[in-house]
Nanobody, 128 residues
Framework: QVQLVESGGGLVQAGGSLRLSCAAS????????MGWFRQAPGKEREGVSC????????FYEDFVKGRFTISRDKAKNTVYLQMNSAKPTDTAVYYC?????????????????????WGQGIQVTVSS
């Protein structure tokens, strides 16, 4: 079973940058796609981005396109979410997650029900 641990969160000013990391342990990581989600206070958890297991494709929700970049370092068993031009509306707890079967490719939508293994989440706060 794979365990996921997020890190790199914290406080950043609007317009600044932050890089989140999702480290995987327990099983080979390279065969899994990986998604990033976030949940703002009082709001439902929503999808942000996803990367296929072979890095053949990436997906971004419209509200982060051009600002966030998802990437993977297989040697470190880690997936990253580079957040640039941060906005106060990006303030949320960020989670990484692995899709349910098939786990190698990002699902057609970032529906929560299509992801089965989750990290514990990391807080990101963007100040105005």
């Amino acid at each position: 079973q794979v365990q996921l641990v997020e890190s790199g969160g914290g406080l950043v000013q609007a317009g600044g940058s932050l890089r989140l990391s999702c480290a995987a342990s327990g099983r080979p990581f390279s065969s899994y796609a990986m998604g990033w989600f976030r949940q703002a206070p009082g709001k439902e958890r929503e999808g942000v981005s996803c990367i296929n297991s072979d890095d053949s494709g990436t997906f971004y929700e419209d509200f982060v396109k051009g600002r966030f970049t998802i990437s993977r370092d297989k040697a470190k068993n880690t997936v990253y979410l580079q957040m640039n031009s941060a906005k106060p509306t990006d303030t949320a707890v960020y989670y990484c997650a692995i899709p349910l079967y098939p786990a190698t490719y990002c699902p057609s939508s970032m529906a929560l029900t299509k992801f089965g293994t989750w990290g514990q989440g990391i807080q990101v706060t963007v100040s105005s």
